[in-house]
């Protein structure tokens, strides 16, 4: 994994004296606002389904889909099938714990630090 946000961004957080978790996350995972709020209601209510996260978000059902689909693929969010007793099924959602969220994001600085460490040292002198 590697840093996923735009250098100025990152440069807007090193400056920060104290950069809120919202930001950091974003800088680090490059995802939006709107996806860092998704997981922040997650957490707070795990297992949600599209539908209760887009009410209680007040966001389209679609919007949080996508939410969601950056959120999974960041490792940030998990999906599990639940059946429904008339058939059928739905997915439920549950953000990644906090603590692991924060280990995640500090090996992820690591792995990026390291990358930019290699790429520093590989400078020709020329």
Not at 45 to 71: C, I, K, Q, W
Request: charged content about 30%.
């Amino acid at each position: 994994m590697a840093v996923n946000s735009s250098p100025n961004r990152f440069r807007e957080l090193m400056v920060d004296d104290e950069p809120a978790l919202d930001e950091v996350m974003a800088c680090v995972f490059g995802v939006q606002s709107h996806e860092v709020r998704t997981y922040r209601t997650l957490l707070e209510n795990p297992s949600s389904t599209v539908e209760e996260l887009a009410n209680e978000l007040d966001r389209d059902r679609s919007n949080v889909n996508r939410s969601l689909s950056t959120l999974r693929e960041k490792s940030l969010a998990k999906r599990q099938r639940r059946l429904l007793d008339g058939g059928g099924h739905v997915y439920q959602y549950t953000a990644m714990p906090l603590d692991e969220t924060r280990e995640l994001m500090h090996e992820t600085l690591d792995q990026w630090a390291e990358a930019v460490h290699e790429q520093i040292d590989a400078f020709d002198a020329e």
